[in-house]
């Protein structure tokens, strides 16, 4: 028994299939290189006291909203409230599906005590990503039922 799909549907369906897909919104994430992104965005800001080179990496909106001093601030009060950054360990990540946003958790270790950032992005594995938000905190990351841990 043979299907009855004419020829000329076998041949434009691959790209029927493509157009509906970009059309409906889905991005592909690349976890590895968003987490690249942010941990240079976090080592810019609170590590190497470079908010200018910080700022380049931000999206269009969050350049909008804020500023280099804003940036500078933050990396000030990093160091009042928790001491110098040592470093970052990436937790886990967010994204929601048909979204290009992805949300990234970190724990920091600093002279003073463990620091928590979160650092939203905006992009995909295609264009790359661009930091849109960031968020300091003193308490631990609350559980998130879409996390997904990084692999290795």
Same mark, same amino acid.
């Given at each position: 028994?043979?299907?009855? #799909?004419?020829?000329?549907?076998?041949?434009?369906? !691959? #790209?029927?299939? /493509?157009?509906? =897909?970009?059309?409906?919104? *889905?991005?592909?994430?690349? !976890?590895?290189?968003? @987490? $690249?992104?942010?941990?240079?965005? =976090? &080592?810019?800001?609170?590590?190497?006291?470079?908010? %200018?080179?910080?700022? /380049?990496? /931000?999206?269009?909106?969050?350049? %909008?909203?804020?500023?280099?001093?804003?940036? +500078?601030?933050?990396? +000030? @009060?990093?160091?009042?409230?928790?001491?110098?950054?040592?470093?970052?360990?990436? &937790?886990?990540? *967010?994204?929601?599906?048909?979204?290009?946003?992805? +949300?990234?958790?970190?724990?920091? *270790?600093? %002279?003073?005590?463990?620091?928590?950032? $979160? =650092?939203?992005?905006?992009?995909?594995?295609?264009?790359?990503?661009? #930091?849109?938000?960031?968020?300091?905190?003193? @308490? !631990?990351?609350? %559980?998130?039922?879409?996390? $997904? @841990?990084? &692999?290795?």
């Amino acid at each position: 028994m043979s299907s009855f #799909v004419p020829k000329g549907i076998k041949k434009i369906f !691959p #790209v029927v299939l /493509a157009v509906i =897909i970009s059309g409906c919104g *889905i991005y592909f994430h690349s !976890p590895s290189k968003a @987490r $690249k992104r942010a941990a240079t965005f =976090i &080592d810019l800001v609170y590590m190497k006291g470079k908010a %200018e080179e910080a700022f /380049a990496l /931000a999206h269009k909106s969050f350049r %909008e909203n804020y500023s280099v001093r804003y940036l +500078e601030k933050l990396g +000030e @009060r990093m160091k009042s409230r928790f001491g110098r950054l040592e470093g970052v360990s990436a &937790d886990f990540y *967010i994204t929601a599906q048909g979204e290009k946003r992805m +949300e990234i958790y970190y724990t920091g *270790i600093s %002279e003073k005590k463990l620091s928590y950032h $979160k =650092i939203t992005l905006i992009g995909d594995s295609f264009g790359g990503y661009k #930091v849109a938000g960031i968020m300091l905190s003193e @308490r !631990p990351h609350p %559980e998130h039922r879409t996390a $997904k @841990r990084f &692999d290795g």
